[in-house]
T-cell receptor, first 111, second 109 residues
Framework: GAGVSQSPRYKVAKRGQDVALRCDPISGHVSLFWYQQALGQGPEFLTYFQNEAQLDKSGLPSDRFFAERPEGSVSTLKIQRTQQEDSAVYLC?????????FGDGTRLSIL | QKEVEQNSGPLSVPEGAIASLNCTYSDRGSQSFFWYRQYSGKSPELIMFIYSNGDKEDGRFTAQLNKASQYVSLLIRDSQPSDSATYLCAVRYGNKLVFGAGTILRVKS
């Protein structure tokens, strides 16, 4: 596709459930990033992939957060045993090494 | 701790005026700077990026970088109501972007 595609756009889950968020980057972009954006704040870095290698996961807030990109294209961000503080917009971005281009995000609400 | 600071606003300007948005950053070694526009409920959209001191112009937008003073500015000429949005300043550290909290811009018609 022409841009970064994320699904689902909205996800509501009960506290304690596991969720999986998908990102389909711009075709050919080797770099993929996940960010978390709380209401009224700027995005905060979670993790970075170059092709299938996860080179930086320093922003993941806890071991409940896990990301993968097994074939160097589509990526999945998984959150286990969700907590209310996980409620946020999760943004995916991709790049060819230059500026990052963002998807529309997944708005996650934990009840 | 890498920090990027922006005035949260809102910054209100009349239609046709120049809007001036500012951003300061903490790491003197930073090399790459980005401005994103974000409409409510939408993704950040890249407006400008700048790597070297001075000004960079693209249409109605001008980015200004002053590395000695560690600030980046975005000027929007002939502001339109459709420019009303949150403007995010971002600084690249390694492979990741560190964002400010954003400045809300309101252009009044």
């Amino acid at each position: 596709g022409a841009g970064v595609s994320q699904s689902p756009r909205y996800k509501v889950a009960k506290r304690g459930q596991d969720v999986a968020l998908r990102c389909d980057p711009i075709s050919g972009h080797v770099s993929l990033f996940w960010y978390q954006q709380a209401l009224g704040q700027g995005p905060e870095f979670l993790t970075y992939f170059q092709n299938e290698a996860q080179l930086d996961k320093s922003g993941l807030p806890s071991d409940r957060f896990f990301a993968e990109r097994p074939e160097g294209s589509v990526s999945t961000l998984k959150i286990q045993r969700t907590q209310q503080e996980d409620s946020a917009v999760y943004l995916c971005a991709s790049s060819l090494g230059g500026p990052q281009h963002f998807g529309d995000g997944t708005r996650l609400s934990i009840l | 701790q890498k920090e990027v600071e922006q005035n949260s606003g809102p910054l209100s300007v009349p239609e046709g005026a120049i809007a001036s948005l500012n951003c300061t950053y903490s790491d003197r070694g930073s090399q790459s700077f980005f401005w994103y526009r974000q409409y409510s409920g939408k993704s950040p959209e890249l407006i400008m990026f700048i790597y070297s001191n001075g000004d960079k112009e693209d249409g109605r937008f001008t980015a200004q970088l002053n590395k000695a003073s560690q600030y980046v500015s975005l000027l929007i000429r002939d502001s339109q109501p459709s420019d009303s949005a949150t403007y995010l300043c971002a600084v690249r550290y390694g492979n990741k972007l560190v964002f400010g909290a954003g400045t809300i811009l309101r252009v009044k018609s």
